[in-house]
T-cell receptor, first 110, second 114 residues
Framework: DAKTTQPPSMDCAEGRAANLPCNHS???????VYWYRQIHSQGPQYIIH???NNETNEMASLIITEDRKSSTLILPHATLRDTAVYYC???????????FGPGTRLSVLP | EAQVTQNPRYLITVTGKKLTVTCSQN?????MSWYRQDPGLGLRQIYY???????DKGDVPEGYKVSRKEKRNFPLILESPSPNQTSLYFC?????????????FGQGTRLTVV
């Protein structure tokens, strides 16, 4: 499985953009990058995913570098409710498993 | 509302007493799976099911059983629970196991085995 590396924690001021980086230097050509988040001990919540192009939805934007070795999740206007652990995941070749690493603990500060 | 429902949300049991954690999804998804989450170890897959009557082991299947008799339900069975199975469990479903599908997770079951 491709491995991802994320910073263990980040802070962001409320109302500012939160930019969460992820390195996935061994990603294969047909593997997607997914982002999930987990608030407290609730079930992981899907945010966004992409293959090559940048993606945007109502929750966030995903910027993938041209070489696909890294990506950034952007929460454009972070709120206190965005405080959570954010997981960057590269889906394995058979698509049967989401391999969750330790993620980034984002704290949105008032 | 599209959702994955797990029951119970909390359970305290004793070693050796068989238990079942239920999981149901209302999205007609083919693919379902179970994860456990432990501090420092992240989420690890226990079992998954590609479709009705098709199940397979994930990364940590020891001590667990599953069944998939109908598409919407995927119960997790602990025949003889032990304290090392104390964990937070999540059920997930997705339309297919393909690369371009998101997974929906249940709200979790916190199991304590004493």
């Amino acid at each position: 499985d491709a491995k991802t590396t994320q910073p263990p924690s980040m802070d962001c001021a409320e109302g500012r953009a939160a930019n969460l980086p992820c390195n996935h230097s061994t990603i294969s050509g047909n593997e997607y990058v997914y982002w999930y988040r987990q608030i407290h001990s609730q079930g992981p919540q899907y945010i966004i995913h992409g293959l090559k192009n940048n993606e945007t939805n109502e929750m966030a934007s995903l910027i993938i570098t041209e070489d696909r070795k890294s990506s950034t999740l952007i929460l454009p206007h972070a709120t206190l409710r965005d405080t959570a652990v954010y997981y960057c995941i590269v889906r394995d070749n058979y698509g049967q498993n989401f391999v969750f690493g330790p993620g980034t603990r984002l704290s949105v500060l008032p | 509302e599209a959702q994955v429902t797990q029951n119970p949300r909390y359970l305290i049991t004793v070693t050796g007493k068989k238990l079942t954690v239920t999981c149901s999804q209302n999205m007609n998804h083919e693919y379902m799976s179970w994860y456990r989450q432990d501090p420092g170890l992240g989420l690890r897959q226990i079992y998954y099911s590609m479709n009705v009557e098709v199940t397979d082991k994930g990364d940590v299947p020891e001590g667990y059983k599953v069944s998939r008799k109908e598409k919407r339900n995927f119960p997790l069975i602990l025949e003889s629970p032990s304290p090392n199975q104390t964990s937070l469990y999540f059920c997930a479903s997705s339309l297919s196991p393909g690369l371009d599908t998101e997974a929906f997770f249940g709200q979790g079951t916190r199991l304590t085995v004493v």
